[in-house]
């Protein structure tokens, strides 16, 4: 560690999972998903994996709701967690 | 050479000989000439540096943290409201570990309103992680500062010359100014290890998760302790090379002596007065002075004042709710030491009150009193306290 906290080598964003911050989760509905990739673009994290359809990468997801905000389909619903049977 | 400064002067003229690169301050009675000087000698062509006019202390002091983080010698100067001000940066400069110089000339705190001198203002910012250095004289704002600034850089820490508000801020005295080819050789081009530059990005500032920032808490804390010793190194450097300086405490007839008046800032001056009569009438009184506040010199108070029956402790602070944060320091390094000299906290001289030698008489005459007596009868009194005032008349 560096006096000041200073951080001299990029990527340490990746070390630390904030998935346990998160109170809402992203469910993608993979039958509307169109895979525009709006979701990965606005992601303020490394928390959209690309793909057909588009997925989360729930150790990095903070559960901001950006992405169900931006989708153009509506393919993503935030829900409250430990409300859902859906496991990440 | 030697010239005719107030403290005010010598600070400003100090920070110029550092040759310090960015300066970001706001003008505040009784530091307002530093400001000014500085403020000239950039214009006239005499400093090259940046001049960065702000809008209040917090953004001088942020100004100062950027500044500081692209490796450049950043200097500001402040007192009372301002440093107030200034306390929410005065903690991320220290976190940062960004070798920043302060002067601060201390100054009362409001309400009331108050202009003039105690040392309430830096007191209540003894806990930032900022080196504290206390000066006796204007001579010793000059030394110190350009000392300050090695001491900030070896350690990466934040250094806060204090010195009393027009007691040294506006009173003129002889001081002794150095070469400028003599303060280069002292004090070279500094390199900070991990400046801000484009070309080797880093981050600075993270979020401290738990997981983390009690180590770097730590790593501060170790670095404020470890700095005693570079304070003293310097003060021997300094005094090697121009036959001036003190390291954390100055001793002042006090090696035999059975009454140690404790005092910090200008007030030792008067004090010392006071020790030299009693000296003359063959009493063993002694003054110990504090120079460094933060790092707390627990050691070398120990040694210095430990074989003392009763310590007087006079100061120009109190922390409301408690005692004197000088005497609550002192008191502290004998916590599991034995034996230990019995302790006595004065109060004095709030607000530029004179600290007359009447007052400073009592408290070695209160001190003696529970020396004989083995007693403390009142372990924090305020000297001078108009007592009809406040409803205290006997």
């Known amino acids: 560690m560096k006096a000041g906290a200073v951080i001299t080598e990029p990527g340490s964003t990746e070390k630390k999972h904030t998935g346990s911050w998160r109170t809402f989760r992203p469910i993608i509905d993979p039958n509307k998903c169109t895979a525009c990739t709006l979701c990965w673009l606005y992601c303020p994290e490394p928390a959209i994996i690309k793909g057909k359809p588009h997925s989360v990468d729930y150790r990095y997801c903070k559960g901001c709701g950006i992405c169900a905000h931006e989708c153009p389909v509506k393919a993503i619903t935030m829900v409250r967690e430990g409300s859902c049977e859906t496991t990440p | ?394």
């Not at chain 2, 490796?71 to 007192?79: E, I, K, L, M, Y």
């Not at chain 2, 250095?133 to 806060?160: G, H, R, S």
């Not at chain 2, 707390?296 to 120009?316: N, R």
């Open chain 2, 1 to 394: 050479m030697k010239q005719l400064l107030d403290g005010n002067e010598a600070a400003a003229l100090a920070a110029k000989l550092a040759r310090v690169k960015v300066i970001s301050a706001y003008p505040i009675t009784p530091q307002t000439t530093v400001v000014e000087h500085l403020a000239d000698f950039v214009a006239n062509g005499e400093l090259d540096a940046e001049f960065m006019k702000v809008e209040s202390e917090h953004s001088a002091m942020s100004a100062c943290i950027g500044a500081a983080a692209t490796g450049v010698r950043t200097f500001t100067a402040t007192s009372s409201q301002g440093l107030m001000l200034m306390s929410e940066m005065l903690f991320v400069a220290s976190g940062l570990r960004l070798p920043i110089v302060m002067t601060n000339a201390n100054r009362s705190l409001s309400a009331p309103l108050s202009i003039w001198c105690d040392q309430q203002d830096s007191m209540a910012v003894r806990d930032s992680g900022w080196v504290q250095l206390y000066c006796e004289n204007n001579q010793e704002i000059l030394d110190t500062t350009l000392q300050a600034f090695k001491i900030a850089e070896e350690m990466l820490l934040p250094v806060m010359v204090c010195y009393d508000g027009y007691i040294l801020s506006h009173t003129a005295e002889p001081v002794d100014v150095l070469e400028q080819a003599e303060v280069d050789e002292f004090l070279p081009p500094y390199k900070y290890p991990y400046p801000l530059d484009p070309e080797n990005p880093v981050t600075m500032g993270p979020v401290g998760v738990p997981e983390y920032y009690m180590e770097f808490r730590y790593m501060l804390q170790k670095a404020m302790r470890a700095s005693q010793k570079e304070i003293v190194k310097v003060g021997k450097e300094f005094k090697k090379k121009f036959g001036r300086g003190d390291g954390l405490v100055e001793r002042y007839h006090s090696d035999d002596a059975k009454i140690i008046l404790l005092t910090i800032g200008s007030l030792s001056s008067s004090a010392k007065d006071i020790v030299d009569r009693y000296r003359k009438r063959g009493e063993k009184i002694g003054l110990v002075r504090v120079r460094s506040f933060r790092p707390f010199p627990v050691g070398e108070l120990i040694d210095a004042i430990g074989h003392a029956k009763a310590v007087a402790v006079v100061e120009k602070d109190v922390s409301l709710g408690s005692a004197g944060g000088l005497f609550l320091d002192a008191a502290a390094s004998f916590i599991n030491v034995e034996p230990a000299p019995l302790m006595l906290n004065f109060i004095c001289g709030l607000a530029g009150r004179d600290v007359s030698p009447l007052q400073i008489r009592e408290a070695v005459r209160e001190a003696a009193k529970a020396a004989e007596s083995g007693k403390v009868k009142h372990a924090v009194k305020w000297l001078g306290l108009r007592e009809k005032l406040v409803g205290l008349e006997k």
